[in-house]
Structures are given as structure tokens and as C-alpha cells.
């Protein structure tokens, strides 16, 4: 699909649902997980759910709702076939599909899905409707739209989650580092090779009917236009003869991550050898960020930082979290911005900058994350190795973008369960990866520090920290889009 040029060419905010451009930080959340019992009930309520716009969420909302879709639940819906076919495959197919999708993501041994909680066969959801309401307001709030359900759906799920101020259940300060939107489309369609790390990521690699960030629109469901005769969807940027029900939509990607919060103390504790400063300094460098939130690589910085000035992980490790799930690189390795270096350095001659070069460029696999963590976290956060091991803590993870396996299948595969990651190999990601042997049958349960002097410190041996309970692959409609879809057949 072709570029063309929009750039400066306003975002219909009241069509986007208002979860992609606030997290809701202020509001205490809940999600329903539901499959559809009536059709025609459930279309009949989604025609007039009171979802949530992105108007005007810079001041405090006091409830949100948000509706998005799983493959299964457009057909549950009686949305025609061919329309379904029409969105991504690994949307089409679910998260749970296949083994093959299953050991990509790492949802192998304790974290198969033929043990989740939800996400599979009968208790695939078919629609998720998450709230969000002002401190004492959810459950009132929660009991008028299950009121407004129950003829159209039955509840398969709620997953509850804590308040969010605190850290998370590791103790760690979260929702530090979100990719910045392009809302105001300032930058150039088709920016090919950036030199340098930025945040600012084009809207298309959130919302899809806009440029992302190879200047394309990513494929979408694309009507002709006789499949919306009341003209109930906008109409495609790049190609205005068709419909465009992706657009002003995303996907969103949901994951029940549970949290050993005991195991993970524990583990660090022996490998600390019972030194608390120690078993402190291994967790950060797990993270990449100590626990109140400050970056090891370059503290005070908060956000504003890469990882340039420390190539070999001295500082911040290479494998740890916040360094797998975001290497914050741009196109090329560093250097200079003359043409003889930026030729030099795309011809793979900087040898210095070479280890760097083995990490695909951050750009193309930014997630924004709209997670919330769940059960008794400041327990959890207080009593650390003497948790109790079964204690229902962890996190509900949410990542929104416009393509699933460029975005997050990528980070999660590639970067966080890969048993090759940088240089790296025999570890996985220190607080999210399984420990299970890689292909060949070598060890991953490592972790890599390297020392200025001397060889790595490595440790062994480590447990699996997080277990995947439940997930699935949704589709976040613009609200048009929405609407389309409950009377579409
Ligand atoms: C229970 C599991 C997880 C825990 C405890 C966890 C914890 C954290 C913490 C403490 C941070 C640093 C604070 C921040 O920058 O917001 C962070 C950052 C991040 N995490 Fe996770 N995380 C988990 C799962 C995941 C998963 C599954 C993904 C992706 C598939 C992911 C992607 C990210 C990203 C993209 C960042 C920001 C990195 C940056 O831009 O610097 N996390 N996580």
C-alpha cells in the first residue's frame, strides 16, 4: 500500500477509543471478559455502549468504558466472514491457536495454554469490556453495564485490579517508559534511517488508517464501499473508494501474568548469598531500573535516555528487562552524520558499533502498554521472600498497536523469551522469560552481568519468575467501527 501525504491532517479523536491515548492512571479498573449468549442483544447493546472517546482525556474522567473484540466474537456476532478474514492472520488465528504460536511466545511448560484460566476453547472471550471509574465509583458503575449485558452476554471472567499507585508486585516503580504518539502527525511519512533514538512514534504504529513508521498503512480490513451502504465507516486515506474499519482502531493484546513474588526474593536472596544490598543490586540489574523507578544506565534520567555510552551492558545489562523489551536504537549503529559514515556504518564496517547492530531497530516494536496489576500488591511489595508462593498477584498486561506480530509477538519472541538476544545466549529475559532448554537442549536459565575487568558475572540456575494464566488477541474498534460492527452482517 502506497503513502500519501497527510501529514498535519487532524486525528478524529472522537472516533478513537480513549484507552489509546490515556491509561487512566486516576481511575480504579475492571475487565469483563464475556462471550456472546443472544446475538442480536448483544448487537443490540453494543449499537449504543456508552464507550469512552479520546476527546478531552487530558481532565479527569470519572468512568470509561472500552469495548474490543476477539476473532471468535466477530463471529459469534454474525460479522460476515469474509469481513473477519480481513484482519490480520495472527489476529484471525488467536493467541492460542497453535503450538508452534504458543512456543514463539513462550507459553510452554507452566505457562501452556492448555492450563490457562482463560483464553481457550469454551472460555475464549468473546468481548472484552473494560471499566474504568473514580476512587469508590466501579462497582456501581460495573453493575449498570452488567445490567446493560446480561440479555446479549454471558460472563465468562473478571479480572479485578489493584489501585494503581505503588509499585508492582516485584516492587518495582511501573508505567515508566510509554512511546510518545505522533497525535499532531508532525512527522514525516516515510522517515527512512533514523540516526538517533526517539520517542516520538508515528500514530500508525498505534491506530491503524494512518502512516506508521515504514510510511505505510498497515493492512486492515478494507470494505468496498457497497458493505457500508449507510456510510457508517470513514473512508480509507490511502485508497477513499473503500471503507476503512480498521481505522481510528488497534489491536489489543491481553495476557494474565502471574507474579512468584516469593520465588523471585528467594531466588536472589541464595544468589546473593543472603547479602540484602546485594540481593537489592541483582534485582535492579534484572530490571534495568532500580526500584524506585531510576534508570541504571544513566541515573536521574528518568525517561530520556539510550544505551549508546554503554555498549557492552557494564552499567545496565544487555539482557535486562528494560533493555530487551526496548533497546532504544535507531536505524544504523552510531557514528558520525556524514555521508561517509552513515555509508560506512551501513556497510557494517564500524566494528565498535557492531555489537549494537544485532538488535533490530526499536522503531518498528514500540507497544504502549495499558496493563494493571492485580491482587494483594502492597502485601506482596511488604513482605517480598516471605510471600506466601500461591498468592494471587501479578499483572494484566495490555499492549495496544496496530500490528500484532511486528509489535508485540516480535518483542515477546524475539526479544524477551529468544534464547539469543544481543551477543547473548543461554538467558532469556531475567523476570518474564521460562527457563526451559533452548532447541539445541542448552541451559536458559542465566543471567549475564558484564564486569569492566575480567569476565562476566554470570548467574545460574535461576527459576521462572512469571506464569502466563490466561490471554487473547482483541481488536479495539474505532467507535464508528464499532457501530458498523454491530449491525454488519
Ligand atoms: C509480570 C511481568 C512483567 C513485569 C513484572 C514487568 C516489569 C516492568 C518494569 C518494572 C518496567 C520498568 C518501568 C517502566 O519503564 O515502565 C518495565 C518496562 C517495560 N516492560 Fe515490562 N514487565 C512485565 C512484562 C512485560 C511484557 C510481557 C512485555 C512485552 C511483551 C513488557 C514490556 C515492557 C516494555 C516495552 C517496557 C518499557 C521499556 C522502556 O521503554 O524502557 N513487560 N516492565
Known amino acids: 500500500m502506497s503513502a500519501v501525504p497527510t501529514q498535519g491532517r487532524p486525528v478524529e479523536l472522537d472516533d478513537v477509543q480513549?484507552?489509546?491515548?490515556?491509561?487512566?492512571g486516576g481511575l480504579t479498573a475492571c475487565f469483563l471478559l464475556l462471550r456472546v449468549k443472544d446475538p442480536a442483544a448483544a448487537r443490540a447493546w453494543l449499537a449504543r455502549a456508552p464507550v469512552t472517546s479520546a476527546v478531552?482525556?487530558?481532565?479527569?474522567?470519572?468512568?470509561?468504558?472500552?469495548?474490543?473484540?476477539?476473532?471468535?466474537?466477530l463471529r459469534a456476532l454474525g460479522v460476515a466472514p469474509d469481513v473477519c478474514a480481513e484482519f490480520s492472520a495472527e489476529f484471525v488465528a488467536g493467541m492460542a491457536s497453535d503450538p508452534a504460536r504458543a512456543r514463539r511466545l513462550g507459553d510452554v511448560g507452566a505457562s501452556d495454554p492448555g492450563g490457562w484460566r482463560w483464553g481457550t476453547g469454551a472460555r475464549t472471550p468473546h468481548v472484552a469490556v473494560l471499566l474504568y471509574a473514580g476512587p469508590g465509583r466501579l462497582a456501581a458503575w460495573e453493575r449498570e453495564v452488567e445490567a446493560q449485558c446480561a440479555a446479549g452476554f454471558e460472563r465468562i471472567e473478571r479480572l479485578s485490579t489493584s489501585a494503581t499507585q505503588g509499585p508492582e508486585p516485584f516492587g518495582f516503580a511501573d508505567g515508566i517508559s510509554q512511546p510518545k504518539i505522533d497525535w499532531e502527525r508532525e512527522r514525516p511519512v516515510g522517515d527512512h534511517d533514523r540516526l538517533d533514538y526517539d520517542n516520538l512514534v508515528c500514530l500508525g504504529e498505534f491506530l491503524l488508517g494512518y502512516p506508521n513508521e515504514y510510511g505505510l498503512y498497515t493492512p486492515r480490513p478494507l470494505l468496498a464501499s457497497q458493505r457500508d451502504p449507510d456510510g457508517l465507516l470513514p473512508r480509507a486515506e490511502d485508497a477513499p473508494e473503500r471503507a476503512d474499519l480498521g481505522r481510528n482502531g488497534c489491536y489489543l493484546v491481553m495476557r494474565q501474568l502471574h507474579q512468584d513474588v516469593h520465588g523471585f526474593w528467594r531466588a536472589l536472596d541464595r544468589q546473593a548469598g543472603g547479602d540484602a544490598d546485594r540481593r537489592e543490586r541483582l534485582a535492579a540489574a534484572m530490571v534495568g531500573r532500580k526500584k524506585d523507578g531510576d534508570p541504571l544506565v544513566a541515573p536521574g534520567a528518568a525517561n530520556d535516555f539510550t544505551y549508546q555510552s554503554d555498549p557492552r551492558g557494564?552499567?545496565?545489562?544487555l539482557g535486562a528487562h528494560i533493555r530487551r523489551s526496548n533497546p532504544r536504537n535507531a536505524d544504523l549503529p552510531p557514528g558520525g552524520r556524514g555521508l561517509l559514515s552513515r555509508l560506512w556504518r551501513m556497510l557494517g564496517f564500524n566494528a565498535a558499533a557492531l555489537e549494537q547492530d544485532l538488535v533490530a531497530s526499536t522503531r518498528f516494536h514500540r507497544l504502549l502498554r495499558r496493563g494493571r496489576k492485580y491482587g494483594d500488591v502492597a502485601a506482596a511489595v511488604r513482605s517480598a521472600a516471605a510471600h506466601p508462593s500461591g498468592a494471587e498477584v501479578g499483572l494484566h498486561f495490555i499492549c495496544l498497536a496496530a500490528n500484532i506480530k511486528r509489535q508485540f509477538e516480535f518483542v515477546q519472541s524475539a526479544w524477551l523469551v529468544g534464547s539469543k538476544f544481543a551477543g547473548l545466549a543461554g538467558e532469556r529475559d531475567p523476570l518474564v522469560g521460562h527457563r526451559l532448554p533452548d532447541a539445541g537442549g542448552f541451559p536458559t536459565d542465566g543471567f549475564s552481568m558484564p564486569q569492566a575487568a575480567g569476565p562476566d558475572c554470570r548467574l545460574s540456575g535461576l527459576p521462572q519468575f512469571v506464569t502466563v494464566q490466561g490471554g487473547a488477541y482483541f481488536f479495539l474498534p474505532g467507535i464508528r467501527a464499532l457501530r458498523y460492527l454491530a449491525t454488519a452482517r
Open 56 to 73: 478531552r482525556t487530558d481532565r479527569l474522567h470519572e468512568q470509561a468504558l472500552h469495548v474490543a473484540f476477539t476473532s471468535e466474537g
Open 18 to 24: 480513549g484507552l489509546v491515548r490515556s491509561g487512566y
Open 314 to 317: 557494564l552499567r545496565c545489562p
